[in-house]
């Protein structure tokens, strides 16, 4: 970006595009200039760890998936060589030198910045020897050790073991050539030159080093893990706060090398504090220690090379204090987040502002919303965060900025309209068979004219023909022209595989006139050339094996229908909490209708009980605004003290029945979605003298206290973190707690310096930049105590009345006593009625109680049933600040639907023959979904009927029904038995 002029919903902005010098319009994605291109440079996206050609794509999957040039390595390019071998060889004339850098003009509503992160770089850690020990490694290059797509393919080596082939190889080769230089000099008769000895000599002592060296290389079988490299630092690197997401990587790392490893792996982990504290995280740390992972509660000293082999020696202090040394195969260090230097100046450019840590500020209340009205960041790039987190913020900021731009609306939509569908009820069948080559994919392996010769001699088949890319544009152009003058009606294409392509040739069928389900595909590329690469026969005779099939089942399958249903552009919220207000407020101010359910007699929810945010931002003041917009806001109906007694219908025309507390009396509310944002609870303990003693608070409960007598003139106070949570019952962190509590913990001492302040812990979770809350109250002269699972602290009362609580310090490893004038338990955080409300919604719940995702990292605030989202703590326990994030990205993905006037319902659906089924219901448990339905059709007589809005296709029901009644379109057993008969009889 080279600047940006204007104001919010009148931008105008300059982006400097650099060449590719590939044009991607072409581009067909084969790798023949790759493979062909003689330069080999370092891999950047490998970490360095591997080698990639001057002409390349960045990675498999990149978006777009076209090649480009590296120019400042190329030959050809800026060099004054000559090369041009990629523009040679490319079969779809896509490589153009000429490309030219070009200055975009463009107009826009928003900006939204998305520019994330740079890992921590520890080379100037001297003690962890990362700059000269080449097993020394970052989590990033130990994550593409692990990938299948990586420099080792996925299989565990150490780098010092990598290479070792090729530079003997090379070696060899100098040797070879210093020896005919040796042969010559002696065929003329003089003696041989000393100097080509000496280096003869040298070159077979390093091979015979090298040798021995790949002798000895093996796999690594004890990895160690560093945490906090670059996280949670001052001294070094200024890097105060907490990376939030190393120790779950490094525990996922650690899992998966004991995956890969083909023996006994043994893995151990170094860290502070262990924070798992989002969805699940929890449980996946136990299961790590079940797995055998060691967890080393120590910050590493040192790590000092191993005289005489390439392992490793770390000297650190155990938990008992005691000084310990430990050898490993291999130390990965779990760098952290950092903003990029280049964020700095982009920020100066667009005017907005950055904190302390060089990350774009933004406020709890608008956590997407940058200083800038119009411009919103999302990511990492304002403060470390996970996947789950960056993918919500993603939504959050499409949301936001949707409220902003709703006027504009479908204003620049072009939309793309099908030629009619043809009626080929009544054609005798004509079946088209299109090879593809696909430059070296298939062809260097299968024979394809061999392929093609024998397609010409299946039945109904009436055209075959031979393409060099059938996925380029060229061809799919080709191939509309011959189905209109073959008078085709249905289509094979034996090429990639259909999990990629189909999607593309289905639409190419539409154009054609025909409908999309009159189309088979044969992955003759990942189940021929790919897998037999080494037996040509095998895969020629695999592929007209796969031909002969996907013809045979071609013949039988028939167009679908692909009903559209109109979206009825309104939305249900459930819950009036913070997450609920600000998803329906979202939707209201891009023009959609919203309704607010809620079970109380007020807006707010778990707000409520809260004052201030981790940022002393005023929750009342805020809450106070939020419901006052809600309640004049003519888009929003709020239903008070109501809750949901039925739910039913499908995306885009949903039917729900609330019904009033203490009242019989109903209404049915029509939408086109729904987001369920019902929020979650503080337990109740009985734990610590909760609900005995009245000067025992669970921790909002002090909010409220905040003014008393009790509170204000206390001398002492203990905060105990972790009632109920982490615990066999409810294994879940509640992630809130620790930074309430030391928030409260700084309070009280800023009210009173000379208060004895207690946290009585398990693991500090102040992730991200809440470390720098947890660094301020130790500045304080707050008193952190960690407790274990086994010796929870005792509280009791004396006999004069007073607090005693009791536990083992785990430095001094003896028992001492704490009299407090108060006591706040950190109490777990559960949902209360989800169950009954999943039931209702058809949606899932976690192990925990929470409601679950579709997926947890790709689709957080979704759920498997189209058109219902989620958000708020009723997905999980989270602070203010991301629950307004989420509530803004389930109103974005809500917008998706809601923005459309109809939605195409797919053809590949169940089915029911009526006349078969003796309406038992087992369709009906067995559908994830809920799309079977049992209906009276006389009295007393049922069958079940499939609402195709909801079905998937996944053929659940045609498996469980025991009358072979149900079945799915386009998969009839006809169809597959058909398949079968042809793979077997040749």
């Avoid at 010769?453 to 059938?470: D, I, R």
């Avoid at 088979?520 to 895969?539: F, L, T």
């Avoid at 000067?695 to 109920?724: M, P, T, Y």
């Amino acid at each position: 970006m080279e600047s940006l002029d204007g104001e919010e919903g009148h931008f105008r902005v300059k982006i400097l595009q650099k060449p590719r010098y590939v044009d991607l319009d072409k581009c067909i994605s084969c790798g023949a200039c790759a493979e062909k291109c003689p330069t080999v440079v370092i891999d950047a996206f490998n970490e360095g760890l591997g080698k990639r050609k001057a002409i390349y794509k960045y990675y498999a999957q990149a978006i777009p998936s076209g090649y480009a040039i590296d120019a400042e390595n190329c030959r050809q390019l800026g060099h004054g060589k000559k090369c041009g071998i990629c523009a040679k060889v490319c079969p779809a004339d896509a490589v153009n030198y000429e490309q030219k850098e070009q200055l975009l003009d463009l107009e826009v509503g928003a900006v939204i910045l998305a520019t994330g992160f740079k890992s921590f770089d520890p080379s100037r850690f001297d003690t962890y020897a990362y700059s000269n020990h080449p097993n020394v490694v970052t989590a990033m290059e130990f994550e593409r050790l692990l990938s299948a797509g990586g420099p080792t393919g996925g299989h565990l080596k150490r780098p010092s073991d990598m290479g070792i082939g090729e530079e003997i190889e090379k070696a060899e080769k100098e040797l070879q050539k210093l020896q005919r230089q040796l042969n010559q000099a002696e065929e003329k008769g003089g003696e041989k030159p000393p100097e080509i000895m000496k280096k003869k000599e040298h070159l077979e002592s390093e091979i015979a080093r090298l040798r021995k060296k790949q002798a000895d290389a093996h796999e690594p079988k004890r990895i160690a893990w560093l945490q906090c490299v670059g996280s949670r630092q001052l001294n070094n690197c200024d890097n105060g706060y907490c990376s939030g997401v190393c120790c779950m990587y490094a525990i996922k790392e650690a899992v998966i090398a004991k995956e890969h490893a083909k023996g006994d792996l043994e893995a151990a982990i170094f860290f502070m504090d262990m924070r798992t504290y989002g969805k699940e995280f929890e449980q996946y740390y136990n299961r790590a220690k079940e797995l055998g992972i060691r967890f080393v509660r120590s910050r590493v000293h040192s790590v000092e090379s191993v005289a005489g082999s390439d392992d490793l020696r770390l000297a650190y202090v155990n938990d008992e204090g005691v000084k310990m040394e430990d050898e490993f195969d291999l130390v990965v260090l779990s760098t952290g987040l950092e903003s990029p230097p280049e964020v700095r100046e982009l920020a100066k450019k667009l005017g907005v502002e950055l904190n302390d840590y060089n990350f774009v500020a933004t406020s709890s209340f608008s956590p997407v919303q940058t200083s800038r009205p119009g411009i919103y960041a999302c990511g990492v790039l304002q403060g470390p965060k996970d996947i789950p987190s960056s993918v919500m913020e993603a939504s959050a900021v499409a949301g936001a900025a949707a409220s902003k731009l709703s006027d504009a609306r479908h204003t620049l939509v072009h939309e793309k309209t099908f030629p009619p569908e043809r009626d080929i009820r009544e054609e005798p069948t004509r079946i088209g068979v299109f090879v593809c080559n696909c430059g070296v994919n298939i062809s260097n392996v299968v024979r394809v004219p061999e392929v093609v010769e024998y397609a010409k001699t299946l039945p109904n088949v009436a055209y075959v023909q031979e393409n060099l890319f059938s996925c380029s544009q060229d061809a799919q152009d080709k191939l509309v022209r011959v189905i209109k003058e073959q008078n085709l009606n249905r289509v094979v294409v034996a090429a990639c595989s259909p999990r990629t392509h189909e999607p593309l040739f289905q639409e190419t069928l539409r154009n054609s006139s025909l409908n999309k389900y009159l189309f088979e595909q044969a992955n003759i590329r990942d189940q021929c050339s790919w897998v037999h690469a080494s037996d040509p026969d095998r895969a020629t005779e695999k592929a007209k094996d796969l031909v002969r099939m996907a013809v045979a089942r071609a013949a039988l399958i028939e167009p679908l229908p692909m009903p559209s249903v109109p979206v009825n552009p309104a939305a249900l919220v459930v819950g009036g909490g913070v997450a609920g207000m600000v998803s329906a407020l979202t939707l209201a101010k891009q023009g959609f209708k919203a309704h607010i359910v809620e079970e109380k007699e007020r807006l707010g929810g778990h707000a409520l009980k809260i004052h201030r945010t981790w940022k002393n931002e005023s929750v009342p003041d805020f809450l106070g605004d939020l419901i006052r917009e809600v309640e004049e806001n003519e888009n929003i109906d709020v239903y008070l003290g109501a809750r949901v007694k039925n739910a039913g219908g499908f995306l885009g025309n949903f039917k729900t029945t609330i019904v009033s507390n203490g009242s019989e009396s109903e209404r049915e509310l029509e939408h086109g979605v729904t987001i369920l944002a019902t929020g979650a609870h503080s337990i109740k303990t009985d734990e610590y003298l909760y609900g005995k003693n009245e000067r025992v608070f669970r921790w909002h409960e002090l909010d409220e206290a905040w003014e008393s007598d009790l509170v204000k003139n206390a001398r002492s106070a203990v905060f105990i973190q972790c009632v109920g949570s982490r615990e066999p019952d409810r294994p879940h962190c509640s992630r809130l707690c620790c930074t309430f509590s030391i928030q409260k913990a700084v309070e009280l001492k800023e009210r009173n310096p000379d208060m004895d302040v207690y946290v009585l812990y398990r693991d500090i979770r102040t992730y991200g930049e809440r470390e720098d809350l947890y660094k301020e109250a130790r500045r304080r002269g707050v008193i952190f105590i960690r407790y274990g699972l086994e010796q929870k602290p005792v509280v009791k009362e004396s006999d004069g009345g007073a607090l005693e609580v009791t536990l083992v310090d785990h430095i001094l490893r003896r028992p001492i006593v704490l009299r407090p004038d108060f006591i706040t338990l950190a109490t777990a955080i559960e949902t209360r009625g989800a169950e009954e409300l999943g039931q209702l919604f058809k949606v899932p719940l976690s192990q925990d109680g929470f409601f679950l995702e579709v997926h947890m990292k790709l689709r957080p605030v979704d759920f498997a049933t189209d058109g219902i989202f989620l958000c708020g703590l009723a997905h999980y326990p989270k602070p203010i600040d991301e629950s307004i994030a989420q509530a803004q990205a389930a109103a974005a993905r809500a917008a998706t639907i809601l923005a459309q006037k109809s939605i195409e319902v797919e053809g590949v659906v169940s089915q029911v023959d009526e006349s078969l089924c003796r309406g038992c219901g087992e369709c009906v448990q067995a559908c994830p979904y809920g799309a079977p339905q049992l209906v009276e059709v006389s009295e007393g007589v049922y069958v079940s009927r499939i609402q195709e809005a909801l079905c998937k296709g996944c053929g659940a029901c045609a498996v469980a029904c025991p009358t072979g009644a149900a079945a799915i379109r386009h998969f009839n057993d006809k169809e597959v038995l058909t398949m079968v008969e042809a793979a077997l009889c040749k």
